[in-house]
């Protein structure tokens, strides 16, 4: 009876160890989905404020880039979402509707079913282009406030805007991830970085990044490369930041005269991913801009 006792509180004991490395693992965020309208969003939250603070991820990214954010912003009394857009991640994979605007879409029904009628959207790198379809929407729950993280509403050097990528350039990138995805989708991840960071955070970036399958990835690839938003800078219609890197500062201090009510923070030595990068002067930034009144 004793041997028995014993091996069930040692059992007890290891399916404690275990539950407690599961959520430890998980982070000090919830793991949820919601259905909307023809897909499954998946979505991490933290905190539960008044004040909804939605993060948008880049091209073939996921919610977890954002895993410096959730815990801090939900600490300062937001409700923080992050969420993988449709065909990223563990949202699910559609053949059709991988575009920019069919994201808006899925953004404003997103918000619609969570029933946050007033947000903070903070949009990185292609989703800046998410936020600038969005706005542009007749279909628009509008935001209290709105940042750009690197990125740029064109992502060609096209007339006068200076954007990030040659045509050049943006085909070898698409040839290279056809060619060998997985080493081109690490060749990637790293070059988000100005700083050395632990291999394990590559690798996890990486594998999320494998997630979106190559169709999808190349249909939004098309739309971001060749697509043109910069006229949806005027009609931004809140208060709204950018924030880049200091080699994207120049592409930035010229767009930004075409937006109003906009301020322009950079981050130091920091690469694409500043957010992971810097994440202690990102936040600051952020958290600075969103106590503003």
């Known amino acids: 009876m004793q041997k028995t006792m014993i091996g069930v509180i040692s059992l007890l004991a290891l399916i404690s160890t275990a539950a407690h490395a599961t ?34 991820t880049g091209w073939a990214m996921t919610a977890e880039v954002w895993k410096e954010q959730l815990p801090y912003f939900a600490a300062r009394g937001f409700r923080v979402i992050a969420f993988d857009p449709r065909s990223h991640g563990q949202t699910t994979k559609t053949e059709l509707g991988n575009t920019y605007h069919q994201q808006a879409a899925d953004l404003h029904a997103f918000l619609q079913t ?22 542009s929407s007749p279909e628009t729950l509008k935001p209290e406030k709105i940042v750009f993280v690197d990125g740029s509403p064109t992502a060609l050097t096209i007339e006068d805007c200076p954007g990030t990528l040659a045509v050049q350039k943006a085909r070898s990138q698409l040839l290279a991830f056809q060619d060998d995805r997985a080493k081109a989708a690490d ?4 070059s988000l970085f100005k700083t050395r960071q632990p291999e394990y955070l590559y690798k996890e970036l990486a594998e999320n990044s ?9 249909s939004l690839y098309f739309d971001l490369f060749t697509g043109d938003r910069r006229p949806a ?3 931004v219609p809140v208060p709204n930041l950018i924030v880049t890197t200091p080699e994207n500062r120049t592409i930035w201090e010229q767009i930004k005269s075409k937006i109003p009510r906009s301020g322009l923070e950079v981050v130091e030595g920091a690469g694409d991913a500043m957010f992971l990068d810097k994440p202690q002067a990102f936040n600051q930034i952020l958290d600075a801009f969103l106590g503003e009144h």
């Open 23 to 56: 959520a430890k693992d998980r982070g000090p965020w919830k793991d949820l989905s919601v259905e909307v309208g023809d897909i499954k969003i998946h979505y991490l939250e933290a905190g539960n404020g008044d004040r909804a603070l939605v993060f948008i």
């Open 233 to 235: 800078l005027a009609r």
């Open 114 to 135: 969570l029933k946050i009628e007033h947000s903070y959207l903070v949009g990185w790198a292609s989703g800046i282009t998410v936020l600038l379809e969005y706005i």
């Open 187 to 190: 060749r990637y991840v790293r």
């Open 210 to 218: 494998l997630k979106t399958p190559m169709g999808a990835a190349a």
